[in-house]
């Protein structure tokens, strides 16, 4: 009998042992069925079974920067037909305008100034060309290219912010009058003073390339990068203009976008205008990776836009006159920033 339970008691204990160990390999095989499901979330690309994850190398891409604007750009003369005319002083040695010579003539002076004729304004030129430096800011979000990493395509908007264009005189050069009592007269004819304003936004879409092997960046290396891309480009212009040669005081069109002081002089109300344009976009620059997903940037963008305008109003602003515009501009943003690409 005591045989007989010592049998059975080794028989159960050996069941009872193989139940355990069939339970702790059944929950470890369990544990590692269930670990790539667990793991799902966390590796990008695509799951192609058996536990395996491919990495395509796409990820949002998110960035901001700041920096200097250099803008350039040539000056055109849009005022259009304004005859103005001259007299001229008894020794040829003083020519001076209609406005200046009636108010002379008021004053009991500019005896015998004669008739010089008269010239047309718009064909005076520019005394100076666009060139401004301001500065610079933006952003932009995007994804680089599944199976194309180098490639990134960003939607960015940049701000070029306020800057000055101011000349005195605005416009200056040879003019031959007409109609005169010296017939062929050539004259170095000044007009009008501009302080102006100016201010840009750009929203665009951009291509960009980095020059690196792989599906991923490489971490602390510079990665040289260029894009190109197109946007939209819509300019504020402000303008103060006033008249210290009195030549477009006496135009009773310019008047009605003013108002004449005790002098008989227009005080020219301050005008704006937004100019739109379809802008082109270049880039170039470096990246160096401090992070598996931080990215510090320095680079510089070249935008141009085609024209922009500056305009007189009147009070109401419900008339306006061009005045003067800028064609061919290119802004150079010198800019550094930060890129994550998650």
């Known amino acids: 009998m005591n045989k007989f339970r010592f049998y059975r008691n080794v028989f159960y204990d050996i069941i009872m042992g ?17 670990s790539p499901a667990v793991a799902n979330w966390q590796y990008p690309g695509t799951y192609v079974g058996d536990g395996w994850y491919e990495d395509d190398g796409s990820r949002f891409v998110i960035s901001a920067r700041g920096g200097a604007a250099f803008g350039m750009g040539s000056v055109k003369n849009d005022t259009g037909a304004i005859a103005n005319e001259y007299y001229i002083s008894p020794d040829g040695g003083t020519i001076v305008s209609a406005s200046y010579y009636f108010a002379c003539v008021e004053d009991g002076g500019c005896a015998g100034y004669e008739y010089a004729g008269y010239g047309d304004l718009n064909k005076l030129p520019p005394s100076e ?9 933006g952003a932009s979000i995007g994804w680089t290219v ?6 990134r395509i960003e939607a960015g908007f940049d701000h070029i912010e306020k800057s000055e264009y101011n000349a005195s005189p605005m416009f200056e050069g040879e003019l ?19 302080n102006s304003k100016i201010e840009t936004d750009v929203y665009s879409i951009m291509g960009f390339y980095d020059f690196f092997d792989g599906l991923q960046k490489p971490m602390h290396r510079i990665i040289p990068y260029i894009g190109f891309g197109i946007g939209y480009a819509d300019t504020e212009t402000k303008l103060n203009l006033s008249d210290p040669y009195g030549d477009l005081s006496a135009q009773v069109e310019l008047q009605q976008y003013g108002e004449l002081d005790d002098y008989n002089v227009v005080q020219f109300y301050p ?21 598996e997903n931080m990215f510090v940037d320095l680079g510089a963008r070249l935008t141009y836009l085609p024209k922009v305008k500056w305009e ?31």
């Open 176 to 194: 031959t009058l007409e109609g005169g009592d010296v017939p062929g007269l050539s004259i170095l004819a000044q007009s009008s003073t501009v």
């Open 146 to 151: 599944p199976n194309r990493p180098q490639w």
């Open 312 to 342: 007189l109003t009147n009070a109401d602003e419900t008339r306006h006159r061009e005045w003067f515009s800028a064609e061919n501009i290119i802004y150079v943003n010198i800019m550094a920033g930060i890129r994550f690409e998650f």
């Open 18 to 34: 193989m139940r355990k160990r069939n339970f702790c390999v059944l929950s470890l095989a369990t544990l590692m069925l269930a």
């Open 129 to 137: 060309d666009f060139e401004t430096f301001s500065f610079a800011a």
């Open 271 to 291: 005008s704006k205008r937004n100019s739109s344009n379809v802008a082109a976009l270049l880039a170039a620059g470096m990246s160096y990776g401090i992070a």
